[in-house]
């Protein structure tokens, strides 16, 4: 699937930009809900104990208690959202909840033996936040730190909720609207064709073991 690449570059520098010279804090809430969340989950891709099975299975049940995959599916489909009957929108939420999850595990498990540590954030609205953080290896000193970002937002209970990530300078959901919607440009905004499209897609990275998108 095509994306503007340049598009997607230079939001990852614009982003990058106004996180180096913005500092002020968050809430707390916000900044200790990463801290503890992220936490908790390089705890289940670390464990030496859980088959894969039993690892991708852990994982997934806890993606979905820190995130609304449900919202960040809609949020992918842009105006075609719109568009689609309530079948078809369900089907796509849950083909999407299946390939979002195999793409976040495959990508922080490139960095499971590491440690997160947030190290700022900004408050951009009452109920947005973007939360910063390194990621570094604490067995190798010199190994370079790597910087992600996680935009949290609050569930229909209040409760902080993880609805983007940034990893490698690129926003995950703001990634796949992108090639969302070049996808449906060019299959005649077909709904179904996408969720059948993202049900070999997370079969593939489950499989491979890579980012298929």
């Known amino acids: 699937m095509k994306r503007s690449a340049i598009c997607i570059a230079l939001l990852a520098v614009a982003l990058g930009t106004f996180f180096a010279v913005v500092p002020t804090r968050a809430t707390e809430t916000a900044e200790n809900f990463i801290q503890e969340s992220i936490g908790r989950g390089y705890e289940i891709l670390n464990s030496t104990t859980l088959s894969d099975e039993e690892r991708s299975a852990q994982f997934r049940s806890y993606m979905l208690v820190l995130t609304d995959m449900r919202r960040i599916a809609l949020f992918t489909l842009g105006q075609y959202a719109n568009r689609a009957s309530p079948i ?116 593939q990275i489950r499989v491979n073991g890579n980012n298929a998108s």
């Open 88 to 203: 078809e929108t369900d089907s796509f939420v849950e083909a999407f909840t299946d390939y979002a999850v195999a793409v976040y595990e495959v990508r922080l498990s490139k960095y499971k033996a590491q440690t997160l540590t947030v190290v700022a954030s900004i408050d951009r609205s009452a109920d947005d936040s973007v939360v910063i953080a390194n990621v570094s290896d604490p067995t190798n000193p010199n190994t370079p730190i790597i910087k992600v970002a996680l935009r949290v937002r609050s569930n229909a209970n209040g409760d902080p909720i993880i609805i983007d990530i940034q990893v490698e300078g690129v926003w995950l959901a703001i990634n796949q609207r992108a090639d969302f919607t070049s996808y449906l440009q060019q299959h005649a905004g077909n709904v179904p064709d996408l969720t059948t499209y993202l049900e070999r897609q997370a079969r």
